[in-house]
């Protein structure tokens, strides 16, 4: 089931599809692409959907002359059943990711089932609008594609060994990618630590590794030597008050605010320069309460 979710994570957003394609394909990385007239096929579902269980996805079935049901010739042979329409698929899919919830295999197979039991979208508990870590990667389409060739693997595996393997894959596929125009992605820079102008203002002990950039030469990095590897934010100036912001979060959860901060930046572009149109640092706060381990009016981000 993990390849199905994978291609309706990377279908069309729903009334985004090309018009003028009367058939499904399926690219290299098997993804669905066309128009939305797929079907999926398997096993009896008594139970629902399994997220280990195999699954075909075809053309959807055609009515024969004598009126009855005619399925693909490989669901046939295989002796499988209609489970589902693609466009429900893609819908409740695409409902998890208005709400910003989990995209992962579990979560997606939670929610086609109860669609297909109750024909209503699962609704999940979670973060009002700021995407999971998997959507922040997938909007961008690099986990497939983008394998950056500057990023060295003996670089690669000292980035798993401090942030475990699924939250380091990410970091991975962000590099060179700008998630806000405070967060740009340098993986690159992970080990220049000792030779930055921010390594002589920490004390104690403490070890960073460089990760990202912010405005100006402003630089994000994370503690080495903290179980919870927090991320830190190093302001250029170092006359500044906030050189030097502990966000108590760690990197998974911070790309996630990147992403949000991203579109609250976005909406102040678009109302124009009068900061009472568009209280955005009000609502960022609102939107990452959940993400962060204090209040979020006491919560420090350096950027208003």
């Not at 692409?33 to 997220?51: D, H, K, M």
């Not at 919830?101 to 089932?113: K, Q, R, S």
């Amino acid at each position: 089931m993990a390849s199905v979710v994978e291609a309706l994570l990377h279908a069309p957003t729903p009334g985004d599809e090309p018009r003028d394609v009367d058939s499904v394909d399926v690219d290299s990385r098997g993804v669905v692409f066309g128009t939305r007239e797929f079907c999926l096929y398997g096993p009896s579902s008594e139970g629902g959907l399994r997220a280990d269980g195999t699954y075909l996805i075809d053309e959807c079935p055609k009515v024969g002359d004598d009126g009855r049901e005619l399925l693909p010739e490989a669901a046939t042979a295989a002796g499988l059943e209609f489970l589902a329409m693609g466009e429900h698929l893609e819908d409740v899919v695409y409902s998890l990711r208005l709400q910003g919830a989990p995209t992962d295999v579990a979560t997606c197979v939670e929610a086609i089932n109860h669609y297909l039991a109750h024909d209503v979208f699962l609704v999940v508990d979670g973060p009002s609008g700021v995407k999971a870590l998997s959507d922040v990667v997938a909007d961008r389409d690099l986990l497939r594609k983008n394998r950056v060739e500057s990023v060295s693997l003996v670089l690669g595996l000292s980035v798993r060994k401090v942030l475990g393997q699924e939250t380091a894959d990410a970091l991975l596929a962000l590099h060179g990618h700008q998630l806000a125009t405070a967060v740009n992605i340098d993986v690159a820079a992970w080990n220049q630590w000792s030779q930055s102008s921010f390594a002589g203002r920490v004390t104690g002990g403490a070890t960073h590794r460089l990760f990202a950039w912010g405005h100006g030469g402003d630089a994000w990095a994370v503690r080495t030597d903290d179980p919870a590897a927090p991320v830190v934010y190093f302001g250029a100036d170092g006359e500044d008050a906030r050189e030097a912001v502990d966000l108590g979060v760690d990197v998974a959860p911070f790309l996630r605010i990147a992403d949000a901060w991203r579109a609250r930046e976005s909406k102040r572009f678009e109302l124009g320069p009068d900061p009472a149109a568009h209280p955005i640092l009000a609502e960022f706060r609102e939107r990452v309460a959940s993400l962060v381990p204090v209040p979020t009016d006491s919560w420090p981000w350096p950027y208003e």
